[in-house]
């Protein structure tokens, strides 16, 4: 009797817990076909580019290497949002991204990026990439100094269900990720298209 009700308890946590876990893969094809066709036609790395996605929890990896030729994605990992909660309260910050183009608000800002020149950072392992917006929702980026770099307080796998630390803007990584993705650009010869979706 002890063992059956140990197991009755076990499967209610699991069906609790159930609906949390199993979040709906997105379908990314429109992204990637748009992405392939604007890398194509502005002289960007046709090979891959990375894509943000922030409409996910915080915890789970929402950044993505997506190849064009296997069409597949190469690597994946978390990534920060803005905390954006400088003109305005924002008391599911932790939970919801609010994006903002205005400078120090602090916010997430969605659109295409090119991913400009490396550069030396003070977080993480000292390395940023400035991101140049291409769309009126970023084109602050520079101003701003939203830039592509790690923090060692972003974890380098998942930690569903807590969330990542918030930044004032920029896509944070882990130093690990941010290790692979600075050797990646280092390589590539033509600017690399980062976009951020919501």
Not at 36 to 44: L, M, T
Not at 54 to 60: E, W
Not at 67 to 88: M, Y
Not at 120 to 144: C, D, M, P, Q
Request: glycine share 4%; charged share 25%.
């Amino acid at each position: 009797m002890k063992h059956f009700l140990l197991l009755i308890a076990v499967c209610f946590l699991c069906c609790n817990n159930s609906e949390v876990e199993t979040l709906t893969l997105k379908d990314y094809n429109s992204f990637h076909k748009e992405a392939k066709e604007f890398c194509k036609e502005n002289g960007y790395n046709e090979s891959y580019y990375f894509l943000v996605d922030l409409s996910l929890h915080s915890g789970k990896n929402r950044f993505f290497i997506y190849d064009f030729t296997t069409k597949k994605v190469l690597d994946k990992n978390l990534v920060t949002h803005g905390s954006c909660d400088q003109f305005e309260e924002n008391p599911d910050k932790w939970k919801k991204v609010k994006f903002d183009n205005r400078v120090d608000s602090h916010c997430s800002m969605k659109g295409k990026y090119k991913i400009g020149n490396r550069d030396y950072s003070s977080w993480g392992i000292n390395v940023k990439y400035w991101l140049h917006g291409l769309e009126a929702t970023n084109k602050s980026a520079e101003k701003r100094v939203v830039v592509l770099h790690s923090w060692s307080a972003v974890k380098n796998k998942e930690v569903y269900p807590r969330h990542s630390p918030l930044s004032w803007g920029c896509p944070a990584v882990s130093d690990a990720f941010m290790g692979k993705l600075d050797v990646r650009l280092q390589q590539s010869e033509k600017p690399v298209l980062l976009w951020i979706v919501e």
